[in-house]
């Protein structure tokens, strides 16, 4: 299936994984694109823009395929060196990035100039039409049913995808629920070229966490997240576990603040929990695609089941025309 994304990035199918902090390695970045997708590292999961040039050599090892980093720049008190990150990923002669988060101006200026893709992923059309206008090669719209942070303004992917689609004339990946072949045909009707997936790629056999959080993610349904932080205007959604019930009840305090949660939600602890499968030591992203997740396959045989569903589809679909 060729699609203006798989031609824009040079991939066999029409499916991305996100950046995902603490599970974006090079392994699952390389099972991802072996198998035909865009896999991506997550620039912000290495500690050092050091350790991210040694995490892209070590996937160049692992694959032959093109992938991608991802950038998330977002509000922070103590921020990341978002620059050498980024100089790290253009000598590093990285041909796609995903930027996510605020204020991506500077960062696409830079890419753009170093002839990177930069595939900007947001939660609104008109964020969408501002990267577009800033000159990204792609637009990846998360709905709000995604795990991470799906903005403020609660808009499904049913109606965000083809409203994004009215309005974005470069190649769109629909994002947030996506999980198996309904989920791409059903994209591609809305007017996306593809989709990308993150909680789905969590329950793979590369991906490099936990086995106890994988059968969390097959076990639970599609209930089964807490959106928290909206009070402090920083939504994300996550896995409904005893953290999340607790920041959940601790934020609809009266007069709570952001530090009240803070102990609870910090990203090492997070990491503890994915490399652990101790559900009770920090936050797990997921999202309302966990209703979709019976199983823990390989990367390839979930993206080759995917591709095949959706021939399926597609064929019934044109029974039904006929
Ligand atoms: C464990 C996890 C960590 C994530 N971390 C990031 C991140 O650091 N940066 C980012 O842009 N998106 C992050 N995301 C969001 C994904 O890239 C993707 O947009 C989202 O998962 C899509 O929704 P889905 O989970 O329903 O497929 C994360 C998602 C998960 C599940």
Avoid at 85 to 93: H, L, S, V
Avoid at 98 to 124: L, M, N
Avoid at 164 to 171: E, G, H, L, Q, V
Avoid at 208 to 234: G, S, Y
Wanted: net charge negative; glycine share 10%; hydrophobic share 40%.
């Amino acid at each position: 299936m060729q699609t203006r994304f798989t031609r824009l990035v040079g991939v066999e199918h029409p499916v991305m994984q996100g950046g995902m902090m603490w599970v974006g390695t090079a392994d699952m970045a390389a099972a991802v694109s072996n198998a035909g997708g865009l896999g991506t590292i997550t620039a912000l999961t290495q500690p050092t823009p050091d350790d991210l040039r040694r995490e892209i050599d070590r996937c160049r090892t692992l694959t032959d395929k093109p992938f991608a980093v991802n950038l998330t720049i977002l509000p922070s008190v103590k921020p990341p060196p978002y620059a050498e990150y980024r100089r790290a990923i253009i000598d590093a002669g990285v041909s796609i990035v995903e930027t996510a988060g605020s204020r991506p101006q500077e960062h696409v200026e830079d890419f753009k100039a170093h002839g990177v893709k930069v595939i900007h992923k947001c939660t609104s059309v008109r964020h969408a039409v501002s990267a577009q206008k800033m000159g990204v090669d792609a637009i990846s719209i998360d709905g709000f049913e995604c795990a991470g942070h799906p903005g403020e303004d609660d808009v499904p992917g049913l109606v965000l995808i083809p409203a994004a689609a009215d309005r974005i004339t470069i190649p769109m990946l629909a994002s947030g629920g996506f999980g198996d072949g309904r989920g791409l045909v059903a994209a591609l009707a809305l007017g996306a070229d593809g989709i990308n997936m993150g909680t789905r790629f969590c329950a793979t056999v590369e991906a490099p966490i936990h086995d106890a959080v994988k059968r969390l993610l097959v076990d639970n349904d599609e209930r089964a997240t807490n959106l928290i932080f909206r009070k402090f205007h920083n939504s994300a959604r996550v896995a409904k576990s005893p953290v999340s019930d607790k920041v959940v009840e601790i934020s609809a305090r009266e007069g709570a603040v952001f530090a009240d949660v803070q102990p609870l939600v910090s990203g090492a602890k997070g990491r503890v929990a994915l490399e652990t499968g101790d559900l009770e030591a920090g936050l797990i992203w997921a999202g309302q695609v966990q209703g979709l997740i019976h199983d823990i396959p390989t990367c390839r045989e979930l993206i080759t089941r995917i591709m095949r569903q959706a021939d399926e589809i597609t064929a019934r679909l044109r029974e039904h025309a006929a």
